[in-house]
């Protein structure tokens, strides 16, 4: 079956320090992948999505950058965060268009 | 680009009571997904439709695909305090040509013991 990881669960990082945080898909191959930001209680923002390897799509202007060096591996960064970049991220997959997407657990990033 | 409105916001209900919440959209869908989200946690998927008129159960949960792929509804029957969470409805971008989802703002469900 297929499986979706993200890590870290928590992360609390200061203004100005770089950002990685890491998602990876199991049982599965060419799978697409996404980041969401979720604001807390709010609803769910799109920031990147891929459909391949070294191929990313950036929905909003941002203080973030995505890659993909891996099939299944999605990578989020920043260089600096800001405090505004605070929030719940999520990863999402799923094969092929108009089926299911499926979610990790999230990590709280708070800048601080 | 397409919009998804959910209704209501949020809800308050007494345990056991069912719950009906609704997806729409002025534009054709050709899937709809149904998620709960607890505090926390990432979405977990409930039910994905795929045809008109579509009438799905998981558990006590039931939910539909309307006929005129324009809308969708969610019904919990007999809730319990566990379906506590924020319910999205979801579906396939159709018109950028792209694989992006567009997710409905959410229906914050509470249940009183």
């Known amino acids: 079956s297929q499986t979706i990881h993200q890590w870290p669960a928590t992360l609390v990082q200061p203004v100005g320090s770089p950002l990685s945080l890491e998602c990876t898909v199991e049982?599965?191959?060419?799978?697409?992948l996404y980041w969401y930001r979720q604001a807390a209680g709010r609803g769910l923002q799109l920031l990147f999505y891929?459909?391949?390897?070294?191929?990313i799509s950036s929905e909003v202007p941002q203080n973030l950058s995505a890659s993909r060096p891996q099939d299944r591996q999605f990578i989020l960064s920043s260089k600096k965060l800001l405090l505004s970049d605070s929030g719940f991220y999520l990863c999402?997959?799923?094969?092929?268009?108009?089926?299911?997407?499926?979610f990790g657990q999230g990590t709280r990033l708070t800048v601080v | 680009g397409q919009q998804l409105n959910q209704s209501p916001q949020s809800m308050f209900i007494q345990e056991g009571e069912d719950v009906s919440m609704n997806c729409t959209s002025s534009?054709?869908?050709?899937?709809w997904l149904w998620y709960k989200q607890d505090p926390g946690e990432g979405p977990v998927l409930l039910i994905a439709?795929?045809?008109?008129?579509e009438l799905t159960s998981n558990g006590r949960l039931t939910a539909q695909f309307g006929i005129t792929r324009k809308d969708s509804f969610l019904n919990i029957s007999a809730s319990i305090p566990s379906d506590v969470g924020i319910y999205f409805c979801?579906?396939?971008?159709?018109?950028?040509?792209?694989?992006?989802?567009?997710f409905g703002t959410g229906t914050r469900l509470k249940v009183l013991a």
């Open positions: 891929s459909v391949g390897i070294g191929q």
């Open positions: 534009s054709i869908f050709n899937t």
């Open positions: 979801a579906g396939p971008d159709t018109t950028s040509g792209t694989y992006k989802y567009i």
């Open positions: 439709l795929y045809k008109a008129g």
């Open positions: 999402a997959w799923n094969q092929g268009s108009g089926t299911e997407a499926f």
């Open positions: 049982g599965t191959s060419n799978p697409n």
